[in-house]
């Protein structure tokens, strides 16, 4: 089997990642991050995983069954120093209204100013296609990187709030998710509640009852522990060396 030279391509990728499209929108969206950088921006990405709730509990439903079940979402941020001093949100999918969606925003932004000054705000666009070699983007590969408003599952990202607080809004093209480090953590998360999720619970027996309760909100902050900042600091580096490789290979 063929072996790539560069250490950082011994992954598997799909073939289409690399057309002219793609390369287009990866480049601008790293030009636009590097300027901002340069210029004194923190760099914050902000992400949020959904947690259905027989994750917590460990029950094996159907796929049907589970359909029923509550899904919530955790929206977090993190920097090379690790999380942002920011209190998180665990909410429940779709049921936030969309003023409540900015205002989410808006409380980031406040403190992001405060502990780290100006930012550039990194997160993923749930609406962008999952192939971006289209006709449309070939035609227009020198529109600005970032679209009006950023929806994410649970919260609207508008870029002129980040601006009217001192900040920047860019969103990773959705072909290079592996420049987008918050997928560590999530995967970390995940797997601290499955192999210990039973030492949050509790059981009660009665007389004629028994019921379990697990210790939710306590179990989500340990996980988010685990995600120290020296993980945060080694997932970021090995997305620096990607940015890196990329801004060699296609300016």
Known sequence: MQ????????HVIHRGYFDAASQTQCLQYLRALRTLQLKGFNTVF???TDIPESLITGDKTAEEDSLSWPIWTLVHAGSSQGWVPWRYRLLLRDKLFIDWQEAIFQELCDSLTL???????VTRDKRQSTHVGTKEVK????????????YMSSIKCCPEIARANGHELLAVPSSYS????????WSSLKWFIINNRQGFALRSIGRTYSYRCILFSDLIMKGIEKMT???WKVAINRVKRWENYYLDTFS
């Open 139 to 150: 035609e227009t590969g020198t529109q600005p990187p970032v679209p009006p408003v950023i």
């Open 3 to 10: 072996r790539f030279a560069n250490p950082l391509l011994r």
């Open 46 to 48: 902000l992400g949020e």
């Open 178 to 185: 592996y420049l987008y480090p918050v997928d560590v953590a």
């Open 229 to 231: 900042p020296r993980k």
């Open 115 to 121: 502990s780290y000054g100006k930012c550039v705000i």
